[in-house]
């Protein structure tokens, strides 16, 4: 395989283990995205167990370091340039001197974190706790304040608080300035980002869980990287691949705070309004652990550590409460010489976000893993609802607030507030006739939602900017909540978990961004309950502020087939030349893998034949179901250990289980279920069961030896003795449950996976509709620009056709990222193996064949989709019998 070279060097990608062909394939696009540079886009898929997240790390590091001493290079080279007209003597002389700085540079940057390497090992060998927080601290931080003012709404707010949640509002000049200078938000000096290397390129890498972030940092300890520095430059006392990386990860106050009386507040909402509040210069109680004058050394004490040590968020939380200083205000000081950033999806995909965490993308490289979520979790970011319950929680508190501080509030407090009810209101009265429309779900047209009780004649933009400088949210429910623990009053308002006006603000600020790609929605919860929500329709805008900016975006995923929508609603207007797409395949030999399509019962000619297609229209038909079952039996007969089935939702999973229950002749025969709980024991999926005591069990019973299975337990000595002859175990799922992302159903939990259907979303319901129409009007606009026409009155038939066709595109996409995702949970490593059947005639067709992953399609037996169970049955025997010789 042809290797990457640098010049004339050969790229090593310093892999702590002898990579495999797709890992070197994997790396070698990764590396040639990053040196183009200059807005490149990466769309890579690996499947899990490839080693991807350490792929990533080889080839990234390895292009920076790389990266970092051509930069180097390249100005010295642009210095001697500049001076090519003076003697050489003094070009040397130069030369040599600016080659000096730079080495002394960075040998004592590398001294004082090598020193903290080496404290901290000796005090790990040594068994050194760290030191916690002193009791009267805690104590003092989380004393209970009886001083009802705390809650009331100040005269006034500071003139030059800027604006934005989690920035540097609310804060004293002296306070900001101060943190400025110690490298917070954007404001660091000059001196000190250079000398922490600010001005080099970074990486931002993010996935979606916190528990994701951490295997990333796990597998980040692995490699090791030569230095920055040429070789040239690095004389014998220093060791070329001794430099060790700098990680940071940054994360929310919610799970950095170190101040009990902050963090015990819970909602994520109620800790940023009162960790400003802190802040405030009126405020009796400041936080003693914001980084501030007296505590500047340990503010570098902490930087120099994080930079030194490869933290995890725990490990920052710890250093923080062992130094007394925020962990989240004084990571940021960290960031300028930091080479790898690890932070959650909405840290990266929010704009307000990185302003306040001061991250710039500029020129730097952003690295999105399980990147098949992205689109989602972009819509995420900016979705919120607000209830009819809520409003009027939210109602009830605003009463009880203004009956206790209502003579004291005055000028703009007592406009504001008024205004606030007058939303809660308006969007309530609008509420309370949505329970009696006749669907369960619709759009909302935000004209009509704001002209209830005149809510379109309040500046949204004004009251929303005030009720976050206020932190009226926060005041209005701690007091409320203060003073329903003190009262004895069974009338009043219950106390809740959640932080109503919080969410009310979301909302809010949802629809006063409101565009052409945002839609709002009713669902009625229950018969006194409705919701409305707002949706982003396509993530194209509230994205590309990442895209545009990035030097490159590599998105990275297990399986991100098929690749289509990435392009087409990430960076529809990016030039081809831009992009780069791979999909690998996997590290198991092709005998590990048998993939088979299941389109009929049957032989096709045969007349008894029945041809298996879960469309909406035909599932419901209980012969086919009945055959279905039929099918998975014998499967079980066949397949050792573990067998997972998805249906394509949870109400057909119990329609189809409801009719395997169902006895055959009047009862006298065993029923499907019956014959399935004796061949393997049964388990399923339920909505809003736990999946945590589901798979526990199913594990066991396949790891454990025999085990329960159904809804009763093994009682008489005819069902133990079933129970102890069954060949392991069968788990009922659905497709886009709990059980088809996250969970790894390796070697014998994991030995055959069977797909029933294909998931399609529901095409008529209010959301989908509204994709779907945006889509096709989006589409069609982008056409008619491309043809040069953009306000021609009749589209042509060709660009409408497009436009359908592409919307019907992104419809199937998210069907096949579902059912792909479900595909992946059974080969988890090299030497895993696994059966996978595909139980529909539609994924015997070439357009759905040509969305799954490269690895599944090489896997598929050729012409299986024109046989039926009986070669189904003979292959898969011959699969496993196989398998059982070799071990």
Not at 188 to 211: A, C, L, P, W
Not at 374 to 390: P, R
Request: net charge neutral; hydrophobic share 35%.
């Amino acid at each position: 395989m042809d290797e990457i070279t640098d010049g004339f060097r050969k790229i090593d990608f310093h892999h702590p283990y002898t990579p495999y062909d797709v890992q070197e394939q994997f790396m070698r696009t990764v590396y040639e995205v990053l040196e183009q540079g200059e807005g490149q886009i990466g769309i890579l898929e690996s499947p899990t167990g490839t080693g991807k997240s350490l792929s990533l790390i080889c080839a990234a590091l390895t292009w920076l370091r790389n990266h970092k001493r051509s930069k180097f290079e390249n100005s010295v080279a642009k210095a001697a340039e500049e001076f090519k007209d003076e003697p050489d003597w003094i070009v040397n002389q130069m030369l040599k001197r600016k080659r000096e700085e730079m080495l002394k540079q960075w040998e004592e940057r590398e001294a004082r974190l090598k020193k903290i390497r080496a404290k901290e090992k000796q005090q790990e060998e040594r068994g050194t706790k760290r030191r916690r927080v002193d009791d009267d601290s805690a104590r003092k931080s989380n004393k209970t304040v009886d001083d009802e003012d705390e809650w009331l709404l100040d005269d006034g707010q500071d003139e030059d608080a800027s604006h934005g949640d989690d920035n540097l509002s609310g804060y004293s000049k002296e306070t900001r300035s101060l943190m400025g200078k110690l490298g917070m938000g954007t404001l660091q000096t000059k001196e000190e980002e250079d000398d922490m290397g600010g001005n080099e390129i970074k990486i931002y890498y993010t996935s979606r869980t916190h528990s994701q972030l951490t295997q990333f940092i796990a597998e980040l300890r692995r490699p090791t990287f030569p230095a920055s520095l040429p070789g040239s430059l690095l004389n014998d006392d220093h060791d070329a691949d001794s430099e060790d990386i700098k990680h940071l990860p940054l994360s929310s106050r919610q799970r950095l705070c170190i101040n009990p009386a902050v963090s015990r507040l819970g909602s994520l909402a109620a800790i940023n309004d009162r960790c400003s509040e802190l802040q405030q210069p009126k405020s009796k109680d400041r936080c003693q652990f914001v980084p501030n004058a007296d505590n500047l050394s340990l503010t570098h004490q902490f930087r120099d550590n994080a930079l030194a040590t490869l933290p995890d968020i725990e490990d920052l939380f710890e250093l923080g409460k062992k130094l007394h200083v925020c962990p989240y205000y004084a990571s940021r000081t960290a960031v300028p010489g930091a080479e790898i950033i690890t932070l959650p999806y909405p840290l990266l995909l929010q704009k307000t976000a990185r302003d306040a965490l001061g991250i710039k993308l500029e020129g730097n490289v952003v690295i999105i893993d399980e990147a098949h979520n992205i689109m989602d979790a972009v819509a995420s970011v900016y979705a919120s609802e607000v209830s009819l319950s809520e409003l009027k929680r939210a109602r009830q508190m605003l009463g009880v607030y203004v009956k206790k501080f209502g003579k004291k509030l005055k000028g703009e407090n007592r406009v504001m507030v008024g205004q606030v009810a007058r939303v809660v209101d308006g969007l309530r009265d609008w509420l309370e006739s949505a329970l009696a429309l006749k669907n369960e779900q619709g759009i909302v047209d935000p004209n009509v939602l704001l002209r209830s009780k005149g809510i379109d004649q309040i500046n949204m933009y004004k009251l929303i900017q005030y009720i976050q400088d206020s932190k009226l949210a926060y005041k209005i429910e701690g007091y409320v909540a203060q003073a329903e623990s003190q009262s004895t009053d069974n009338t009043s308002p219950k106390a809740s978990s959640t932080p109503v006006l919080h969410t009310l603000l979301s909302f809010l600020v949802s629809l006063n961004n409101l565009s052409s790609e945002g839609r709002i929605f009713y669902h009625k919860v229950s018969q006194s309950d409705v919701k409305l929500s707002y949706l982003l329709l396509s993530p194209t805008h509230a994205f590309s502020s990442v895209a545009s900016s990035a030097r490159a975006v590599i998105l990275a995923g297990g399986t991100m087939s098929p690749f289509e929508d990435y392009t087409a609603h990430l960076f529809p207007d990016l030039a081809k030349s831009k992009i780069t797409t791979l999909s690998c395949g996997h590290v198991i030999p092709s005998s590990n893998l048998c993939v088979w399509t299941l389109a009929s019962s049957g032989p096709r000619r045969d007349a008894r034949t029945t041809e298996f297609e879960f469309s909406f229209q035909k599932r419901s038909d209980k012969s086919m179901i009945r055959d279905l079952g039929v099918a998975i039996l014998n499967i079980c007969t066949a397949v050792p250990d573990g067998v997972v089935v998805f249906f394509p939702s949870y109400g057909y999973l119990e329609e189809v289980v409801a009719t395997w229950t169902e006895a055959a002749s009047a009862g006298q025969a065993p029923s499907l279920w019956e014959k399935l709980q004796a061949k393997k024991a049964a388990f399923r999926e339920t909505k809003g069961g736990s999946s945590d005591e589901v798979l526990e069990q199913y594990t066991q019973a396949i790891l454990g030896g025999g085990g329960g299975g159904g809804s009763e337990a093994e009682s008489t000595a005819d069902e133990r003795h079933r129970a102890q002859s069954r060949n392991g175990a069968l788990l009922l799922s659905v497709v886009g449950g709990k059980m088809s992302e996250g969970i790894n159903f390796s070697d014998r939990l994991g030995r055959c996976v069977v797909v029933v259907g294909l998931p399609y979303p529901n095409i008529h319901s209010p959301d989908w509709k509204a994709r779907i129409e945006y889509i096709e009007s989006t589409t069609l606009a982008r056409l008619k620009a491309a043809a040069g026409d953009p306000n021609a009155s009749a589209p042509r038939a060709e660009d409408v056709a497009a436009a359908k066709q592409a919307a019907r595109d992104f419809y199937e996409n998210a069907c096949m990222r579902a059912v792909n995702q479900s595909i992946g949970r059974a080969i988890r490593h090299r030497n895993d193996y696994a059966a996978i059947v595909l139980v529909d005639r539609r994924f015997g067709t070439d357009r759905i064949k040509g969305k799954l992953p490269g690895w599944i399609r090489g896997g598929l037996v050729e012409g299986s989709e024109s046989a039926g169970l009986g070669q189904m049955m003979g292959k898969l025997t011959g699969f496993f019998r196989g398998k059982k010789k070799g071990e």
